[in-house]
């Protein structure tokens, strides 16, 4: 069984590159929640939904986020009454997040939820959101503390970031088979993802990285860094904030006690040495995940690097 330590756009695409290559039954996503927010009065879950809906072909490839063909009839009304319309929630979109606010109100958790909509949207690989508990991701900014949406969203990444606060997801609790899934798996990966907003709410819950460290399974990362960059989103300047080099070396350091292997860029094929002085495996390869075959032979060089190949 392999596992996967999941955010969202990034993480989305290595999936369907995974799905490629071992059965997608065999597969289980633990993918964050600390973009989690309530708005509209709904409780919005933007990577569960991201990943559920592009392993079921329903995402609008062009963003990344959002169902395909979806319309913004609500949106425009919604804005036209002053409601919030920062959020882009299109009209089928909005039908999940009302569906999941009804359903978590009735008593029942995120991930009998998540688990019911990927099964209504033909999705084989399980997947589990990384707690049932609220672990909001705030981040401290010149504009003060915003949720992770607000920053990132609603203005744009322009606020300077003075710090990440994961508060929440260092009291939350594991969600049912989160710890269970590392103990048991024969390969863990680390998606391609936000180290710090993405993936670091998931190894900040307590129990994770202590299950990471004991587990027998090989431990392998994409780097979401490429030439000292991300592909997309704000991980550069958080990365920054919080201390860490923004690049594939900083994403190595920053996971290298979870870590057995790191898949980097040919851009950075300089690091490889630095990067394997912290004791880990490097491959190096293309890692920009233009279409399926890219996808599937990152997913390839990430499971090869676990098990022991190149
Ligand atoms: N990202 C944006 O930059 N602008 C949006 O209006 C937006 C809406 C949105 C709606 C549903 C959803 O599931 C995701 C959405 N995202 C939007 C993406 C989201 O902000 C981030 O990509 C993830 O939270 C980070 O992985």
Redo the contacts with the bound molecule.
Sequence with gaps: MVVVLA???GAAKFIEGVVQVVPPASLTAIV?TG?DFTLHGLT????L??VTCTLADLIDRQ????IAGDTTNCMEWLARLGGPS????GDR?LAIHIRRTALLRDGHTLSQVADSFRQTFGVAVRILPMSDDPAPTHIFTSDGELH??EY??QRGAQPEVRGVRLHAAGLARPAPGVIAALASAEVVLVAP??PI??VGPILALPGVREALRATRAPVVAVSPIVGGAALK?PAAPLMHATGHEVSALGVARAYADILDGIVIDLVDAALAPAIEALGLRVAVTDTIMRGPVEKAHLATTALALALGGS
């Design positions: 955010g969202g756009v964050n973009d919005i879950s933007p990577d939904d991201i963003q990344g986020w959002g920062w959020f882009k929630l979109d992770f949406e990132f969203v993802s936000n907003v993405s989103g």
